[in-house]
């Protein structure tokens, strides 16, 4: 176990340092975001529903980063269904050498936190109360020794509760990217997602279509195995650029099984993370500067 990490059935997790300010006399409201330290950017990546491919699509995303040559981070924020760890192939004990918890780090160096790091097996569940895991979430952003990082991903987990908004309201994101796959039913719940952050005047970076397509391996012919694509739809509904789609794969699913996705590189890794990288500095460009 980390020295300064808690299992899921010791006590909850301590204040993070520089955690957020607290009202003296009141109800605890946070009224102040955390520290980014060292970390130049942070982005969120969510979907709102589970089972679309956001886990893979962060992974993917790091990866690709980090071939260019930039310093990538990822945090799985999906405390009780935590993927990222198995699509890299990573497995704790984390410790705690004096300058935070040191987190774990991919073939290719990419820093990783998350839950499953917490326990012996990765069978074990989380079975946490949500203001355990909101705690957890900020000694996750402030209390790891991530180093410098020119980008910060978060594994936002399923849904509009407890954990998206206490990384709404206490980590300074800089902007959130949506996955959806082409179905009705996706597209509805990610818009509940985009809407909530919307509404927490978290920018909205783009919007990414998984499992798009399959290519047939016999004939080649395009297959939309889910249905027609809605993702232009959705961008232009909420005027925010599509990054990209992502076909169905199965060398994508092979090397999560084998935790080996950090090798996986293609053409539609590549031009969405190019469109990332022009979207974040599309949103700096037009902040408002202080003077």
């Excluded at 059935?9 to 955390?34: C, E, T, Y």
Aim: charged share 20%; aromatic share 4%.
């Amino acid at each position: 176990m980390a020295e300064s990490a808690p299992s899921p059935a010791g006590k909850p997790p301590s204040a993070p340092p520089g955690g957020p300010v607290r009202r003296p006399g009141g109800p605890g409201g946070i009224i102040q975001k955390m520290d980014k330290g060292r970390i130049a950017h942070v982005v969120a990546v969510g979907s709102g529903k589970g089972g679309v491919g956001k886990s893979s699509a962060t992974s993917l995303l790091a990866s690709e980063l980090r071939r260019r040559g930039l310093a990538v981070g990822v945090l799985d924020a999906d405390i009780t269904g935590p993927s990222v760890p198995k699509l890299y192939g990573l497995a704790g004990p984390l410790v705690d050498k004096g300058e935070g918890i040191e987190p774990a780090r991919t073939a290719s160096g990419i820093p990783v936190i998350s839950s499953q790091f917490l326990v012996e097996d990765e069978k074990t569940p989380v079975i946490w109360r949500g203001p355990l895991v909101t705690r957890l979430i900020m000694q996750f952003f402030s209390g790891v020794n991530w180093g410098p990082l020119d980008y910060l991903l978060i594994d936002m987990p399923p849904g509009t509760s407890d954990v998206p908004l206490t990384v709404f309201q206490t980590i300074p994101i800089d902007g959130m990217v949506f996955v959806l796959t082409p179905q009705d039913l996706a597209v509805l719940i990610v818009k509940k997602a985009m809407n909530m952050a919307r509404d927490l005047h978290v920018p909205l970076l783009g919007v990414i279509e998984n499992m798009a397509y399959i290519d047939c391996p016999h004939c080649g012919k395009r297959i939309d195995l889910f249905g027609p694509s809605r993702v232009e739809g959705v961008a232009r509904e909420y005027g925010i650029p599509l990054l990209g789609r992502l076909p169905l794969d199965p060398a994508i699913s092979a090397g999560g099984d084998a935790g080996t996705v950090d090798r996986y590189a293609s053409a539609d890794v590549g031009h969405i993370a190019d469109a990332l990288l022009a979207s974040i500095a599309n949103q700096e460009a037009s902040r408002p500067k202080v003077l």
